[in-house]
Nanobody, 125 residues
Framework: QVQLVESGGGLVQAGDSLRLSCVASGRTFRAYAMGWFRQAPGKEREFVAG????????YYADSTKGRFTISRDNAKNTVYLQMNSLKPEDTAIYYC??????????????????WGQGTQVTVSS
């Protein structure tokens, strides 16, 4: 099992920045690629960004490319999501997910084995 705990969400204004963190415990963090997803009210959970076990590969949704940056610190068992130039449409609950690194970085949530409880991000206009 891998336990994931997200933090860093909050209420901000459009154009502001936030940094989300996801701390992992349990099995070897290095064995997993990590993804950030988000779910807005009435919508399905969608892929935001993903990172391979060593940070060598990253992938972003078109809606976040150029504004969001995913990174990880394996010594701290933590993956981050730096979000800049936030927009009201970024409002959602943000979740981190873990997937065995050999699976790559799929966009579909069903491939991820472990999830955190989520952190709320609200962007006002």
């Amino acid at each position: 099992q891998v336990q994931l705990v997200e933090s860093g969400g909050g209420l901000v204004q459009a154009g502001d920045s936030l940094r989300l963190s996801c701390v992992a415990s349990g099995r070897t963090f290095r064995a997993y690629a990590m993804g950030w997803f988000r779910q807005a009210p009435g919508k399905e959970r969608e892929f935001v960004a993903g990172i391979s076990w060593n940070g060598g590969n990253t992938y972003y949704a078109d809606s976040t490319k150029g504004r969001f940056t995913i990174s990880r610190d394996n010594a701290k068992n933590t993956v981050y999501l730096q979000m800049n130039s936030l927009k009201p449409e970024d409002t959602a609950i943000y979740y981190c997910g873990a997937i065995p690194d050999e699976m790559g970085l799929p966009l579909a949530e069903r491939f991820y084995d472990f999830w955190g409880q989520g952190t709320q991000v609200t962007v006002s206009s």
